[in-house]
């Protein structure tokens, strides 16, 4: 009965969310500078903050945003050959790991400066150096965040990469000409979102998509590490709260086992690379892998929808300048050092 329940209550949101891709899709032939993959996001948007606004579209459209982006993730394993993503080569790697160090060095910085929270902080770099909502829900937890720390910081990462998923493909253009593999490096190793990603790579080409998704892919990788850095940063200051605490041991035990619970590999990583290992030797046949990324396609416009009818704008507003300030200076390091990185190592 639950789960049919569950099912019900996201028919609404879900069936929008599959009329405003489509929506996105007509348009988007008509403007093929733009595409249908933002304009999805942007009927969205649209939605979301005018007649959409009821709670009943609430479940379907987080659905279509986490559930349906996350199947997509895992059937585009399916199509693409491990030889792919060894083109990052050593070089591939070194540049999201310099690029992830120096987001979060720049977030926890830059946190303290403007005299934020040492768990809003965290969130903040968690979310910008990784996978957004999802890096911010892995570490929430393990730093013991309030629920409006953490709800202001989802909503601040994803304004920032929002602003940075059109703003990119302008700088791109112009100091890449669309080179793929430097031009799938910038997407993949700042957008803080795997939504933002595939929309910003399907405004370049269905190449750089791609490509830009694996590098985005190899830093969700890392999310295990950047969690248990997060709880080792805050276990000090969360065991002297322990040990004051007249049920010690108990407590103890408790955090530890929660902390252990909570640091994972998100599933549809997993299921990504078990897919792409069975694709590269031969055990996918193409047909089935073209079905895949059929599939695939579809499920992240949808997903995108999905994505632009959760950004409200009131709450947004409401955050005020220092929050926003604050998302948009470490943005902006984010864009600089990975140009200085780019040209570098590519």
Not at 36 to 47: C, H, K, N, V
Request: hydrophobic letters at 50%; a positive charge.
């Amino acid at each position: 009965m639950k789960y049919i329940n569950q099912f019900k209550s996201r028919i609404p949101g879900v069936v929008l969310c599959i009329f405003l891709a489509q929506l996105g899709v007509f348009f988007g032939k008509f403007i093929p500078s733009i595409g249908g993959a933002p304009l999805a996001i942007f009927f969205g948007i649209l939605a979301g903050n005018t007649f959409a606004k009821s709670k009943k579209f609430a479940d379907g459209s987080k659905f279509s945003e986490s559930d349906l982006l996350s199947y997509s993730i895992v059937l585009l394993g399916g199509t693409l050959s491990v030889k792919t993503i060894f083109q990052l080569g050593f070089n591939g790697i070194g540049f999201i790991l310099i690029q992830m160090i120096i987001t979060l060095s720049a977030a926890i910085f830059l946190g303290k400066k403007l005299g934020f929270s040492k768990k809003f902080q965290s969130l903040m770099a968690s979310g910008n150096a990784v996978c957004g909502s999802s890096a911010i829900g892995a570490t929430a937890p393990v730093v013991k965040a309030e629920d409006a720390e953490k709800g202001i910081s989802i909503t601040i990462v994803n304004l920032t990469g929002t602003v940075l998923m059109f703003a990119l493909i302008p700088i791109a253009k112009t100091l890449f000409n669309f080179d793929p593999l430097k031009t799938s490096a910038l997407l993949g190793g700042i957008l803080q979102s795997v939504g933002q990603v595939v929309a910003a790579g399907s405004m370049v080409n269905e190449h750089v998509l791609e490509m830009a998704t694996i590098f985005k892919i190899v830093r969700i990788v890392f999310l295990v590490f950047v969690v248990m850095f997060f709880a080792k940063r805050h276990s000090f200051q969360d065991e002297q709260e322990i040990i004051n605490d007249t049920e010690f041991v108990l407590e103890k035990e408790t955090y530890a086992k929660e902390k252990k619970n909570k640091i994972s590999v998100p599933w549809y990583i997993i299921g990504f690379f078990i897919l792409c290992s069975l694709f590269s030797i031969g055990l996918i046949p193409i047909e089935i892998s073209k079905i895949f990324k059929s599939i695939s396609s579809k499920f992240e416009i949808i997903a995108l929808a999905g994505i632009g009818m959760r950004v409200k704008i009131a709450e947004l507003i409401a955050q005020g300048p220092k929050a926003s300030l604050y998302g948009l200076a470490v943005g902006s390091v984010q864009v600089i050092s990975a140009l200085i990185l780019i040209k570098i190592l590519f």
